[in-house]
């Protein structure tokens, strides 16, 4: 009678085992590598390489991929939007914060119910005490917007019909 024979095949090596996945993902691997070499040609890989390596050149690296007038326009924006928020208080950011927060969650809600209003339900809510708080800061918002646009183009003339409207 016949003895079985021992043999177990030989695991595949490392670089057989790559070669298998490589043949797999040809097509995603191309892919990858066009991505790459547009990363590489517009300075994002090197940015990135600098902040991994704890940002050593960084502001040098960013500073040449913001180079040009759209990169000096962002610069002065980020500038004037810092100089701007540095006034905001702090309590008063959170409060309209939260609730602005508190404001998306009932529209996605409103939204998701598939809810419309019509003319009676809208001066229905008019008498709601949440709408008219929330009414009274977007015209104090409007209102201070206002004057400070008129103090910025030196406008300190009434408007037309002004009076009415503070009566």
Do not use: C, W
């Amino acid at each position: 009678m016949a003895k079985p024979l021992d043999y177990a095949p030989r695991p595949p090596t490392p670089q057989e085992r790559l070669q298998g996945e490589v043949e797999d993902s040809t097509e995603a691997l191309l892919e990858g590598l066009t991505l790459l070499r547009a990363l590489h040609d517009h300075g994002v890989l090197d940015v990135l390489g600098k902040t991994v390596r704890g940002g050593e050149g960084l502001s040098a690296a960013l500073l040449h991929q913001l180079g040009g007038a759209g990169g000096t326009t962002l610069l002065r924006n980020v500038a004037e939007l810092g100089k701007t928020l540095g006034t905001l208080d702090p309590r008063e950011v959170g409060l309209l914060g939260h609730a602005l927060t508190t404001g998306l969650n009932e529209g996605a809600r409103h939204v998701a119910a598939g809810r419309g209003l019509g003319l009676g339900e809208v001066l229905a809510l008019l008498k709601d005490r949440d709408v008219q708080v929330a009414l009274g800061a977007i015209f104090a918002l409007l209102k201070g917007m206002g004057r400070a646009l008129r103090g910025a183009e030196g406008d300190t003339a009434p408007v037309p019909n002004q009076t009415e409207v503070n009566r």
